[in-house]
């Protein structure tokens, strides 16, 4: 019985419903108190029992348990470590303060969300492979567009980043763990609240109006839509909740001698999204909340009577979602330039240039959201200004290509898959940011906005530029992860498959968009069946490519090789611990000599991890909860 | 092994691109022009892909070369160069590009004045305005001369500028005309305006390009079987013709001030 009252999975089956019966209960108490009727209003109840369920799951699994023992004035051991580090698989169903451990379980959960999501695409790809409408009806059609969309942005591309960045990042920066590890457990376990959410409104007639929910579709839309809305603002705190650990961390944990400029771009490009995600996310919470509230509370925020306005909307919504096509791909370019110096033998080109196009991407990112409204009949005038601020965030992306291009120059490079993911991202996010440039320009943009054009431009940047960032990522830390090799041939072919497939997907797309195919449709005029029928062909053994990953990563985490400690030759820190790094990381304090990216100079270090000295006087410190 | 030299190599890298870009060109054929603004649009799609196919170009070249001359052998405990970073070289690629995107944004900045007619379409030209709504659009114009009832497709008279006022009954839609390369959404609560100049006698398509419920597919006059109104581009003779047509058919129904829907929903 002790195992319902302990923070399990288990404990959560019964929390999540006994707080949002709690939740019933009082809203049940009010509606009657204030004679509001009907007194059980269906949608009133779902929402607030979505709420209060889960605040209940996060209480189920753990979250508050130091916090309130805290609270209550309980005793607390400061070096009670129980729910630190991952003994068994098990451990990592449970509430764990181990950065490691939440590294592995953001980046697992969040990549069985990009099957999910990735499925949803297969099925309407499988609709649209023929003209004419044959599996779904329109309905279904646009519940999978809208699922597949947001899945893939709120449950697998913003959060993936923060897995990988939680794994590698302190060991990185020679910490022994994140700032708040405690916030940094809920901020994971928030996550599979938000994509609980945004799955089981399938069973409320989920949500239609695509990722981006405007109104006043949202308000005619089924009570999904208010899943969708609340999905996505629990993600949103979990990703708000992570930058404020990732910004502490990096900025006050940092080993000795790891001055800014000896950091590891991926921590700077870490640094520059963690600033993005804490000053962008909460605009799209309060669009949502705003959203929310006209539906499910009656207010006009952006109804069209009543005083509200839909532009509004627009403008709030992509005030963070155009921010966060950068809070998707930054990372990803730390994540290159670390893969690509390790493996190409030699320093990142221009390393202080691919630092500050970083801070520079992430603050001109700020200045482009209307891009995505030229044809929405906003004020004229805001049009050139917003144009000439997106021209401009090519200068530095085209600084951090041209910096890769230099690297790998007079390198000697691996071709190791890790490698291979690097290489050919370089290739397709090219593509991505010249159709960006085209679509930059106002009368251009217009003439073809809405259309498959843009789906195709966004697929190769969030495809053909964060998801062979994140592959190239995973097979790069994978040995130290796991303490085992991948399989090199499965994973060519991984990236050959997906390489080829990933462009017969996307590029014909750019073809139907200029001749007049829109977007978000289920049926289409006949001149556009044969690149439909190509399109979806390669759809589906792009999605089968996947498997091959996946078989690759679960079989050898058994039976690969056993790496060693540093397979890459890697000078970064991770690469200074054994594989896998033990559960409090460094022994002692590591100090940072030099820069991070020495390759190629007899004997150089960028840190040395020295011995633990054998009589450490542990400096207790007093916890909030004990005894003055 | 002798060294690469990088300048030879950027003129090949740009010549591939330029014949990347014009492959792309003349392979894919873009809907007919139908107006005095697509031709504009066009060639600011050639000039915009000719610098994009070059940068491609330059870069693919670079990166398999790269790989193929750079590329360890087995075995290989070479390390590379201990090169930092050339500060002339850094320089240059931060300069290229931004003339590149300055050329585009004034590549943009021309045709968008030029093309930009709604002043001049305000005053003299046919004002049409369109209501949409779920799942169909519906046509007010001549307004202060002839109601039009009964009418399917938009009817408009080549080489006169049109200007468009467009609302919403409900949700957001857009009025997408490729042939026109022209696109304005029909946003609630306000009046968008757009404008453009027919330049060809024919009949195009009409896209709704934003999702706008279950009927959006459907919202497409291209799609077989679709019975949502096209534009009608006529003469300038065969446009009064038909307004008179239209008159007359009003006065005989002894309807007044009655416009009718253009009913494109799908059941
Ligand atoms: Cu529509």
């Known amino acids: ?628 | 092994m002798k060294p690469i030299k990088v300048l030879p190599l950027t003129i090949i890298g740009t010549l591939v691109g330029a014949i990347v870009s014009a492959v792309l060109i003349v392979t894919v054929t873009l809907p007919e022009q139908a107006s005095v603004q697509a031709v504009a649009i066009d060639n600011l799609y050639v000039y915009m892909l000719g610098f994009s196919g070059v940068i491609f170009g330059i870069v693919t070249l670079f990166l398999i070369v790269a790989v193929f001359r750079f590329r360890a052998r087995p075995n290989d405990t070479r390390e590379g160069a201990p090169v930092h970073g050339i500060t002339w070289l850094e320089v240059v690629w931060t300069i290229i590009p931004f003339i590149i995107v300055t050329a585009c944004a004034y590549g943009g900045f021309v045709v968008l004045n030029d093309g930009n007619v709604e002043a001049q379409a305000r005053t003299s030209g046919q004002v049409v305005h369109i209501e949409a709504y779920q799942f169909g659009w519906k046509y007010d114009y001549l307004a202060k001369n002839v109601d039009l009832t009964q009418q399917a497709d938009l009817v408009l008279p080549v080489g006169e500028a049109v200007f468009f006022e467009l609302t919403t009954k409900d949700v957001i839609h857009s009025f997408w005309v490729p042939a026109w390369r022209m696109q304005m959404n029909a946003t609630p609560g306000q009046v968008n305006t757009t404008s453009t100049t027919p330049s060809k006698v024919g009949t195009y398509e009409i896209v709704c390009a934003f999702l706008c419920g279950v009927g959006h597919t459907g919202m497409n006059s291209s799609i077989e079987g679709s019975i949502i109104p096209r534009v009608r581009v006529v003469t300038r003779a065969e446009f009064d013709t038909w307004v008179a047509e239209q008159k007359a058919a009003a006065e005989q129904q002894g309807q007044t001030a009655t416009t009718q829907t253009t009913d494109g929903s799908v059941a």
């Open chain 1, 1 to 628: 019985m002790t195992s319902v009252l302990k923070p399990t999975l288990a404990r959560c089956l019964w929390t999540a419903p006994a707080f949002a019966a709690l939740a019933v209960l009082l809203t049940t108490i009010a509606r009657a108190t204030f004679g509001m009727t009907p007194v059980l209003q269906e949608d009133t109840l779902l929402t607030v029992s979505y709420i209060a369920g889960g605040i209940g799951f996060i209480v189920g699994i753990g979250g508050f348990d130091y916090w309130w023992t805290w609270m209550a004035g309980g005793v607390l051991d400061p070096h009670d470590h129980s729910t630190h580090g991952a003994k068994s698989w098990r451990d990592y169903f449970l509430f764990n303060t181990d950065h490691k451990v939440i590294g592995i379980q953001y980046i697992v959960f969040t990549f069985v969300m990009f099957l999910v999501g990735g499925m949803f695409a297969e099925v309407f790809r499988s609709e649209l492979a023929k003209p004419g409408q044959q599996v779904l009806t329109n309905e279904q059609y646009n519940a999978m567009i809208s699922q597949h969309g947001t899945i893939m942005i709120f449950v697998f591309l913003v959060p993936i980043f923060a897995g990988i960045g939680n794994y590698v990042i302190p060991l990185m920066l020679g910490a022994a763990d994140m700032a708040f590890p405690r916030l940094n457990a809920v901020s994971f376990w928030l996550l599979p609240v938000a994509a609980f959410t945004l799955l089981s409104s399938f069973a409320f007639g989920s949500f239609d109006g695509g990722w981006t929910g405007y109104p006043t579709l949202s308000e005619q839309s089924p009570f999904g839509m208010t899943l969708y809305q609340l999905g996505i603002q629990l993600a949103g705190a979990s990703s708000i909740a992570t930058a404020v650990n990732f910004l502490a961390t990096i900025i006050t944990m940092r080993a000795p001698g790891m001055t800014l400029f000896r950091m590891p771009l991926l921590v700077w490009a870490n640094l520059a999204t963690s600033a993005l995600v804490v000053a962008a996310t909460p605009f799209i919470a309060g669009a949502q909340f705003m959203s929310m509230f006209d539906r499910e509370m009656g207010t006009h925020f952006f109804t069209m009577g009543g005083g509200g306005d839909t532009l509004v909307y627009q403008h709030i919504f992509w005030f963070y979602s155009h921010p966060a096509v950068y809070i998707m791909v930054l990372p990803g370019f730390g994540i290159i330039s670390e893969v690509i110096a390790t493996h190409a033998r030699k320093p990142v080109f221009g390393y202080r240039a691919v630092a500050f196009s970083s801070a520079g991407i992430a603050v001109l990112g700020f200045s482009v959201w209307a891009h995505h409204m030229f044809a929405s009949g906003m004020q004229s005038w805001l049009r050139v200004p917003i144009m000439l601020a997106t021209l401009l965030i090519a200068v530095p992306t085209g600084i951090k290509i041209f910096s890769w291009l230099g690297t790998l120059w007079d390198g000697v490079i691996r071709m190791t898959t890790a490698n291979l993911f690097a290489i050919g991202f370089i290739f397709t996010f090219v593509i991505g940011g010249l159709s960006g440039v085209m679509l930059a320009v106002i009368p251009f943009d217009v003439s073809i906005t809405n259309s498959y054009f843009i789906v195709a431009h966004f697929h190769y940047v969030l495809f053909g530029g964060s998801i062979m960032t994140i592959y190239a990522g995973l097979y790069h830390w994978y040995p130290k992860v796991t303490g085992r090799m991948y399989n090199e041939k499965l994973g060519r072919w991984h990236f050959w498959l997906t390489f080829v497939f990933m462009n017969l997907t996307f590029f014909p797309m750019h073809y139907q968009g200029l001749l007049g195919m829109p977007r978000r449709v289920a049926d289409y005029a006949p001149q556009f069946e044969w690149s439909n029928t190509l399109i979806s062909i390669s759809a589906f053994i792009l999605g089968a490519s996947t498997l091959i990953f996946v078989y690759n990563l679960i079989h050898s985490a058994r039976h690969g090789k056993v790496a060693g400690d540093n397979p890459w030759g890697g000078l970064t820190l991770e690469w200074a611990l054994s594989s896998p790094p033990p559960t409090f990381n460094f022994p002692a304090t590591p100090r940072v000599i030099g820069g991070p990216y020495r390759y190629g100079e007899e004997g150089a270090r960028h840190a040395i991890v020295p011995e633990p000295e054998p009589a450490v006087v542990e400096k207790t410190y007093a916890a909030a909860g004990d005894q003055a």
